[in-house]
Each structure stands twice: as structure tokens, then as C-alpha cells.
């Protein structure tokens, strides 16, 4: 008999990359897309989908942020999927957000708290990293070390502590994403922003146009 397969075995053998859906393959996907579907720094497997904010950055555009002096820092986020589970309750409030692993290394803890204390900017690419980052933060903005449980479910009325500004993609209606984006940007700036993208044409889901929120 043969013995079981592990979770990542059965994902392997038959799990197929979540390509959004104007991809015309994504029942039938390519070899190459398992490479694709996923960020250049890409370390431990967990989540259930690209941070779609990071497809962006290639290697080459990763040293020319340094070269320019941009500090780069990493953590994890294993997303689950609740995170795109739409909002179906009356209010958002009565939305339950799932709790998702997050790792804060003690390195970025402290590259936070140093830019913060030299009056620098903390850029968080995508909304998991946003979602970590406040999640890990004290009342003062400092991060606390180490793997935890993150069940931040940021909506508008939120008081960000840790991130100053945002790249990050066109997110779904009734979507958490998108009620992240609008409690960092203001609802009504968001909707500009999203009425540009919806008229010049631009790609939601994970393949799609990003936007930088300063």
C-alpha cells in the first residue's frame, strides 16, 4: 500500500497555480506559470496565492532601489483564503477575517523603528505586507519579533502606526483588500483612483496593474 501523501505532495501532484481568469489557461496552466505565479523573493510555502504586489519587482529593479538607497526588508505572510473571501454580512463589521501565520524577522523590526526614528518612510509592497506590519505594532508603532497569528482586520476608521505608503494592485468590490486600500488612501480617492483604472482599461486579480499610494 503505497503511503500517504503529504499536503504539499497532493499540491504538487495536482494543484494548479491561480491564474487570474483572463488568463485563458488557468484550467490548463503551463509549466513555466508555477514559476511565474510567484514573487522573485519568495522563500517558505504556505500561502495560498501570490502577494500580487511583488509579481511587480524583478531582480534588476530590486538593485536599482538599492542603488538608489532604498532599504529593502522582508517577512511572511502565509495568505489563506479568507483573505479573498468577499464581504457578504450587511456591515463590515460583521465580517470575520481570518487569522493568517505571519514571521516578523528581528532585522526588519529594526529597520522599521531605525527609519522611523530617522524621519524615513516605511513602504510596505502589498496589502499582507501592510496587514503584518500594523498587526505586529504596538500603540508606539514598534514591531514585535517573531512568528504569531494575525487577525488584524483593517477597515476605514483604522489608525496606521508602521506604514507610510503603499504600492499595491486593483483589488476586487466587496473585497478586504480593497477595504484596506480605502482605509489608507480615504475612501473617495480610492474610488477616483479605481474609476481611472475601470476607464483606461487597466487589469485587476493577480496579473494586473499596481498603483503607489504616497
Not at 536599482?64 to 505572510?77: F, N
Request: charge should be neutral; charged fraction near 25%; proline fraction near 7%.
Amino acid at each position: 500500500m503505497e503511503a500517504p501523501w503529504s499536503v504539499d505532495e497532493l499540491l504538487d501532484r495536482h494543484g494548479l497555480p491561480p491564474l487570474p481568469p483572463y488568463i485563458d489557461r488557468h484550467e490548463a496552466p503551463k509549466p513555466e506559470d508555477r514559476e511565474r505565479y510567484q514573487t522573485v523573493y519568495a522563500v517558505s510555502r504556505g500561502s495560498v496565492a501570490a502577494p500580487t504586489a511583488g509579481l511587480h519587482f524583478t531582480p534588476s529593479l530590486l538593485d536599482q532601489l538599492r542603488s538608489a538607497g532604498v532599504e529593502i526588508h522582508r517577512l511572511t505572510l502565509h495568505v489563506g483564503p479568507g483573505t479573498f473571501r468577499p464581504i457578504t454580512a450587511l456591515s463590515v463589521e460583521e465580517h470575520r477575517l481570518a487569522s493568517e501565520t505571519a514571521v516578523v524577522p528581528a532585522e526588519t523590526a529594526k529597520a522599521v523603528e531605525r527609519a522611523r526614528s530617522e524621519g524615513r518612510r516605511v513602504i510596505a509592497v502589498g496589502t499582507t505586507t501592510t496587514r503584518t506590519l500594523e498587526w505586529s505594532a504596538d500603540a508606539n508603532g514598534r514591531l514585535r519579533v517573531g512568528p504569531g497569528e494575525a487577525d488584524l482586520f483593517i477597515r476605514p476608521g483604522h489608525r496606521f502606526r508602521v506604514v507610510d505608503a503603499l504600492v499595491t494592485n486593483f483589488h476586487l468590490p466587496r473585497s478586504t483588500l480593497l477595504l484596506l486600500v480605502s482605509a489608507f488612501a480615504g475612501r473617495e480617492l480610492v474610488m477616483k483612483a479605481y474609476a481611472h483604472a475601470v476607464a483606461s482599461g487597466y487589469r485587476f486579480y493577480s496579473y494586473g496593474d499596481a498603483m503607489l499610494i504616497l
